[in-house]
């Protein structure tokens, strides 16, 4: 069964280094999500992109964050400057349909810890 | 903004039995989602519905869009159901985002 796949699973980091990561949405898929879930907190919602652009983002997708897909296959978001407060797990989701709501495929999330 | 709510936030039950986790949301939506977290922290989607119920082995799901809440049930639970239980509302615009549950611990005692 296809599934979205996300690398590195553990990435540790030092305050004010960037980060990427990175993911593989399943091939047929329109839409991609970044979402993140800081410890013991519910999980939030980053940015959907769609037609390589973005299509949303919440108040936490500042300017440190970015996201690109550029080579059709990866999707990656970017932390320009990382901050104690980023340390979350980070989920990448794809979906398949255009404008319908529908089943979003979770990666296994990526766990960044920012010393 | 969707506000989602779950009840309970913890729930320990035996073996065997039958559970039910509840959920609200503040806008009206077009589906839920419901989603397992694992230990591990792995997220797996256990359903999307629109109207109605819908089943998946000892999983059920319902759903009152009129009034805004849907249930989850287990069915002769069993310890390997042990997880983090989520309702997810998506956007009233359909396939943007997830605005997420707090989530619902659910133990199954041997």
């Known amino acids: 069964e296809p599934e979205v796949t996300q690398t590195p699973s553990h990435q540790v980091t030092q305050m004010g280094q960037e980060v990427i990561l990175r993911c593989v949405p399943i091939s047929n898929h329109l839409y991609f999500y970044w979402y993140r879930q800081i410890l013991g907190q519910k999980v939030e919602f980053l940015v959907s992109f769609y037609n390589n652009e973005i299509s949303e983002k919440s108040e936490i997708f500042d300017d440190q964050f970015s996201v690109e897909r550029p080579d059709g296959s990866n999707f990656t978001l970017k932390i320009r400057s990382t901050k104690l407060e980023d340390s979350a797990m980070y989920f990448c989701?794809?979906?398949?349909?255009?404008?319908?709501?529908?089943?979003?495929?979770f990666g296994p999330g990526t766990r960044l810890t920012v010393l | 903004k969707n506000e989602v709510e779950q009840s309970p936030q913890n729930l320990t039950a035996q073996e065997g039995e039958f559970i039910t986790i509840n959920c609200s949301y503040s806008?009206?939506?077009?589906?839920l989602h419901w989603l397992q977290q694992h230990p591990g922290g792995g997220i797996v989607s256990l359903f999307m519905l629109s109207s109605g119920k819908k089943k998946h082995g000892r999983l059920i799901a319902t759903i009152n869009i009129q009034e805004k809440h849907s249930s989850l049930h287990i069915t002769a639970s069993h310890p390997r159901d042990s997880a983090v239980y989520i309702c997810a509302a998506p956007s009233n615009f359909g396939n943007e985002k997830l605005t997420f549950g707090t989530g619902t611990r659910l133990t199954i005692i041997p």
């Open positions: 806008v009206g939506i077009s589906a």
């Open positions: 989701a794809s979906s398949a349909r255009d404008r319908e709501a529908d089943t979003q495929y």
